[in-house]
């Protein structure tokens, strides 16, 4: 059997003939950019997410940086960020100017709200101009929202929320993308909502920023030929929109089976030796972008699925601190151990929707025979 890590043909089947329609309209009336889909898209996924606004972008790096940008952040400005996670959450910090300042995890993968603190003090002491955080809500699984947003209230930091990998996740009683000033969201298309393309969003609840997002979006344009600021071109294409547009109404079903697969794994592979799986915390609900479980011989395991037709991931295998593109900032190996702990030992497992029952028991069954043959 054949297990692949995604599979985004058997989701077109479902929605091809509505998404069809509509690119057809776009080529005919030569609509390109913004338009009518991706308006559509905005109000849609506002209304789904929680939020009064929501802005169609280019990417979730592009969802980042023009929420660090209408924030005001820039040259001289520290901005804290996970060190597990993608390299863009970074990336659209150095691109305003600023510096990422770099927090270990937690066991869940996300921000520790403790080393947080803890990197608080002592920068406020060093006398450091930290002006925002960036919580990452990576694989789905929400960040400790209430402790980061105690901590930002306390030392009067900005909240900008990395949402790309968790559609639709909730942390007591909001869903994520709210408890900041932005949520950044992405629709790379293997995402929980994928585009077919590069897309992104923020949301916000806040007219101010939206306002001043939305200039940003497309080169600081207040009105035609007026522009009061420096911006980017970072448009969502319309072509995007009509696709996010029709598939939005089916992502909480598809959420529904990602999370039904994350409790069919963790039924079958609770208590293998050398096999930790996904833990979530108290209050919250997980997406599951991508299951991931630690393996003590991960490479070997690895190597093992693939020889047997599973297809897995790396998220990811170098910790921020540790890349080369991050080097002068003197970060050394060793300063976060639970984050290079994790990059040794994690293994992201086939998870979409539709991903059937008769796989995952395949998939699992094989980690119990590596596992009983190299204990």
């Known amino acids: 059997m054949n297990v692949p890590f995604l599979d985004l043909r058997a989701q077109h089947h479902q929605v091809y003939n509505e998404i069809d329609d509509r690119v057809t309209d776009i080529i005919t009336n030569t609509g390109f950019i913004l338009g009518k889909y991706v308006d559509e898209f905005e109000t ?8 009064r606004y929501c802005l169609g972008l280019s990417s979730g790096t592009a969802a980042l940086h023009v929420a660090l940008l209408a924030l005001g952040i820039g040259p001289g400005d520290g901005v804290i960020v996970p060190v597990n996670t993608f390299i863009a959450t970074a990336e659209a910090v150095s691109l305003t100017g600023a510096m990422p300042v770099f927090v270990d995890c937690d066991e869940l993968y996300n921000l520790d709200v403790s080393r947080l603190e803890d990197t608080l003090r002592q920068k406020v002491r060093g006398n450091h101009r930290l002006k925002a955080v960036i919580p990452v809500h990576l694989y789905g699984q929400p ?8 901590l930002a209230t306390e030392y009067g930091l900005k909240v900008v929320e990395d949402c790309c990998q968790a559609h639709l996740a909730r942390y007591g009683d909001k869903l994520v993308g709210n408890f900041g000033e932005f949520g ?19 949301i916000t609840n806040q007219e101010e920023l939206y306002l001043k997002a939305k200039m940003i979006r497309q080169h600081g344009e207040i009105n035609r030929h007026r522009h009061s600021v420096i911006g980017h071109n970072y448009r969502m294409e319309a072509i995007q929109g009509a696709v996010l547009s029709a598939k939005l109404k089916y992502l ?6 990602r999370q039904d697969n994350a409790r069919l794994y963790r039924e079958l592979l609770d208590g293998v030796e050398g096999v930790r799986t996904p833990g979530e915390i108290e209050n919250a609900s997980c997406v599951y972008h991508l299951y991931v479980i630690q393996a003590e011989d991960r490479d070997g395991l690895q190597a093992y699925l693939h020889q047997k037709g599973i297809g897995t991931g790396l998220h990811y295998p170098i910790p921020l601190h540790l890349q080369e593109a991050y080097r002068g ?22 998870m979409f929707p539709e991903l059937s029952e008769r796989q995952i028991r395949y998939v699992c069954k094989k980690i119990k025979e590596y596992m009983a043959d190299s204990g």
């Open 44 to 51: 849609h996924f506002a209304k789904l997410q929680g939020a």
């Open 143 to 150: 960040a400790e929202m209430a402790g980061i947003i105690q």
């Open 184 to 202: 950044a969201f992405s629709f790379y298309p293997g995402k929980n909502l994928g585009a077919y393309g590069e897309a992104g969003a923020l």
């Open 252 to 257: 909480e079903e598809w959420t529904k089976r």
């Open 329 to 350: 900032l003197g970060y050394r190996e060793g300063d976060f151990p639970m984050a290079e702990r994790a990059a040794k030992r994690v293994l992201s497992l086939p």
